[in-house]
């Protein structure tokens, strides 16, 4: 009986060892488990942007299927895409454990990487002119910004705008070319997309017809010869969201259309407010709202001083060449003999002008609508104009200054009712009350010619300048200078005072020309 239970115990014990041994070898042939190796982590849980997306066996493989699943959105789209991954691993040593089918983790990846794509860029076109940019959706949106702005001159729609690549450049850049229009459509461009999408165009030729000896009037083919952008324009290739893309419509009107630009004009010798308005084209009461430094359209100019003037530009100017025909009266131009001992504002007509007659044929060129140059290739005079000779004075004015600071106006130059008996009814000059012992100063340099009592005047000063004027300043209460003293503007002449012919503290301050009194308040700047 004892015998009979060891056996048992015996056959029990093989019993449990082999169905373990059977059960261990079942495990290992089925797929999807990996056996225990000790060799450190052998299975990895693999999260994308903090969603699980299942367990693989090695880290690398993870990472490959990264990529795979991002190459597979992209593939589904012509254009670039952004998306925001951030791959986590954790690995873990099992002694046998599920492993996911590869598949089965791409698909779970790409549905969360497309969950997350950040924002889509497509193939664009960034037109530069210049420093100013704009970004446009395709290569015949450029096209047609840049024919709009020959369009506004080309009024026989003859030219045609076209991108060739600049052979200069290191990299892919584009440059307008602009070329007369073939009356054939074999002769037309095409562009050329295989080259990683940007347009190649061939270059055209234009033979001009050859005349031989002298051309007649009738023999020049007039109306525009060419045209171009007076801006360096460029064309690169890039790849933007679309909210960084500008419409057309919109893009053109920045890029085409006038905007206020300031600029600043220097004063030349000769120059007037009235034919720098000529030359700048705008209206003198603007150019004066322009400039504090001018009081009135009848402001006195110094050579070398700066007016801004705004000028409306567009961001991309139009150049052109026209040919044209002239049969106009002509003025030749005035020839100038420059006198070194008069002043600029002091001028004398030798020989008066007549107009002359010509037929000519120009190369006039052309910045949008402002003549820039002219080149006469035939002339013909009918009748030669006459010039006008004079001469000039190229030494500068003096300038002239108020004789106190402060003081009130209380008489002004001219006529007006005897403030008190033995005063002039024609004023001379004009009153400036203030207290007595007020300094008084030189209003321009020159030579004292009279310090001292001068009747009605009381004590007086007299100024001789080197344009030929000179200022008065009566009722003073002391003298300061001397007869035949230099003194320079600004220079302490006197102190105010209430001597003479005088109805209280104040200054008489007179200018003469050749003799006759003057107002004053015409040579002095403006309070």
Same mark, same amino acid.
């Given at each position: 009986?004892?015998?009979?239970?060891?056996?048992?115990?015996?056959?029990?014990?093989?019993?449990?060892?082999?169905?373990?041994?059977?059960?261990?070898?079942?495990l290992?042939?089925? &797929?999807?488990? *990996?056996? #225990?190796?000790?060799?450190?982590?052998?299975?990895?849980?693999?999260?994308?942007?903090?969603?699980?997306?299942?367990?693989?066996?090695?880290?690398?493989?993870?990472?490959?299927?990264?990529?795979?699943?991002?190459?597979?959105?992209?593939?589904?789209?012509?254009?670039? %895409?952004?998306?925001?991954?951030?791959?986590?691993?954790?690995?873990?040593?099992?002694?046998?454990? $599920?492993?996911?089918?590869?598949?089965?983790?791409?698909?779970r990846?790409e549905?969360?990487?497309?969950?997350?794509?950040?924002?889509?860029?497509?193939?664009?076109? *960034?037109?530069?002119?210049?420093?100013?940019? %704009?970004?446009?959706?395709?290569?015949?949106?450029?096209?047609?910004?840049?024919?709009?702005?020959?369009?506004?001159?080309?009024? @026989?729609?003859?030219?045609?705008?076209?991108?060739? =690549?600049?052979?200069?450049?290191?990299?892919? %850049?584009l !440059?307008?070319?602009?070329?007369?229009?073939?009356?054939?459509?074999?002769?037309?461009?095409?562009?050329?997309?295989?080259?990683?999408?940007?347009?190649?165009?061939?270059?055209?030729? $234009?033979t001009?017809?050859?005349v031989?000896?002298?051309?007649? #009037?009738?023999?020049y083919?007039?109306?525009?010869?060419?045209?171009?952008?007076?801006?360096?324009? @460029?064309?690169?290739?890039?790849?933007?969201?679309?909210?960084?893309?500008t419409? /057309?419509?919109?893009?053109?009107?920045?890029?085409?259309?006038?905007?206020?630009?300031?600029? +600043?004009?220097?004063v030349?010798?000769?120059d007037?407010l009235?034919?720098? !308005?000529?030359?700048?084209?705008?209206?003198?009461?603007? +150019?004066?709202?322009?400039?504090d430094?001018?009081?009135?359209?009848?402001?006195?100019?110094?050579?070398?001083?700066?007016?801004?003037?705004?000028?409306?530009?567009?961001e991309l100017?139009?150049?052109?060449?026209e040919?044209?025909?002239?049969?106009?009266?002509?003025? !030749?131009? %005035?020839?100038?003999?420059?006198?070194?001992?008069?002043?600029?504002?002091?001028?004398?007509?030798?020989?008066?002008?007549?107009?002359? #007659?010509?037929?000519?044929?120009?190369?006039?060129?052309?910045?949008?609508?402002?003549e820039?140059?002219? @080149?006469?290739?035939?002339e013909?005079?009918?009748q030669?104009a006459?010039? &006008?000779?004079?001469?000039?004075?190229? &030494?500068?004015?003096?300038? =002239?200054n108020?004789? +106190?600071?402060g003081?009130?106006?209380?008489?002004s #130059?001219?006529?007006?009712?005897?403030?008190?008996?033995?005063?002039?009814t024609? $004023?001379?000059?004009?009153?400036?009350?203030t207290p007595?012992?007020?300094?008084v100063?030189?209003?321009?340099?020159?030579?004292?010619?009279?310090?001292?009592?001068?009747?009605?005047?009381?004590?007086?000063?007299?100024?001789?300048?080197?344009?030929?004027?000179?200022?008065?300043?009566g009722?003073?209460s002391?003298?300061?200078?001397?007869?035949?003293?230099?003194? &320079?503007?600004?220079?302490?002449?006197?102190?105010?005072?209430?001597?003479?012919?005088?109805?209280?503290?104040h200054?008489?301050?007179?200018?003469?020309?050749?003799g006759?009194?003057?107002?004053? /308040?015409?040579?002095?700047?403006?309070?």
């Amino acid at each position: 009986m004892k015998k009979n239970k060891r056996s048992y115990k015996k056959y029990k014990f093989t019993y449990i060892k082999i169905t373990l041994f059977t059960l261990f070898i079942c495990l290992l042939s089925v &797929k999807g488990y *990996t056996p #225990f190796t000790s060799s450190g982590d052998n299975l990895f849980h693999v999260t994308v942007n903090g969603q699980d997306v299942g367990t693989v066996e090695q880290k690398e493989k993870a990472e490959a299927l990264l990529i795979q699943a991002r190459r597979n959105i992209a593939s589904q789209s012509d254009e670039l %895409v952004f998306i925001e991954a951030e791959l986590s691993i954790e690995g873990e040593e099992m002694l046998w454990g $599920h492993v996911d089918d590869e598949k089965d983790v791409l698909e779970r990846m790409e549905e969360v990487l497309r969950g997350s794509i950040l924002e889509t860029r497509q193939r664009s076109y *960034t037109l530069k002119v210049n420093n100013y940019m %704009v970004n446009l959706a395709s290569l015949d949106e450029v096209v047609q910004l840049l024919q709009a702005a020959i369009d506004k001159y080309d009024s @026989e729609d003859r030219f045609r705008v076209a991108l060739a =690549y600049d052979t200069g450049r290191e990299f892919s %850049v584009l !440059a307008p070319s602009v070329d007369i229009d073939s009356d054939s459509g074999d002769d037309k461009d095409e562009i050329d997309y295989s080259h990683g999408g940007i347009a190649s165009v061939l270059a055209r030729s $234009h033979t001009e017809p050859v005349v031989t000896g002298e051309m007649g #009037f009738e023999d020049y083919d007039l109306g525009i010869l060419t045209m171009g952008f007076a801006q360096k324009v @460029e064309v690169v290739e890039a790849y933007l969201p679309e909210s960084l893309l500008t419409p /057309l419509e919109t893009a053109t009107n920045r890029i085409i259309m006038e905007q206020e630009t300031p600029s +600043i004009y220097e004063v030349k010798q000769g120059d007037t407010l009235s034919e720098i !308005a000529i030359t700048v084209n705008i209206p003198m009461d603007k +150019i004066v709202e322009m400039n504090d430094s001018l009081d009135s359209v009848n402001s006195i100019l110094q050579i070398g001083q700066q007016l801004v003037i705004t000028v409306p530009e567009p961001e991309l100017s139009v150049t052109r060449v026209e040919q044209i025909y002239l049969a106009e009266s002509y003025e !030749a131009d %005035v020839q100038i003999i420059d006198v070194d001992t008069w002043f600029t504002n002091q001028t004398e007509v030798l020989v008066q002008p007549s107009a002359g #007659f010509r037929k000519a044929v120009l190369n006039v060129t052309y910045v949008d609508n402002k003549e820039v140059s002219r @080149e006469i290739l035939k002339e013909e005079i009918v009748q030669e104009a006459v010039a &006008k000779v004079m001469k000039r004075g190229t &030494k500068i004015p003096p300038t =002239y200054n108020w004789p +106190i600071y402060g003081g009130r106006q209380t008489s002004s #130059f001219g006529r007006r009712s005897a403030p008190k008996k033995g005063a002039s009814t024609n $004023h001379m000059g004009i009153d400036l009350a203030t207290p007595t012992g007020t300094p008084v100063y030189a209003s321009c340099g020159g030579t004292v010619t009279k310090a001292g009592w001068g009747s009605g005047y009381g004590y007086v000063v007299y100024i001789d300048h080197i344009d030929g004027k000179q200022t008065r300043y009566g009722h003073l209460s002391r003298v300061l200078v001397s007869v035949g003293q230099k003194v &320079k503007q600004g220079d302490r002449i006197a102190l105010s005072g209430n001597t003479g012919v005088s109805t209280g503290p104040h200054l008489h301050f007179e200018m003469r020309i050749n003799g006759t009194a003057v107002d004053p /308040l015409k040579y002095l700047p403006k309070r």
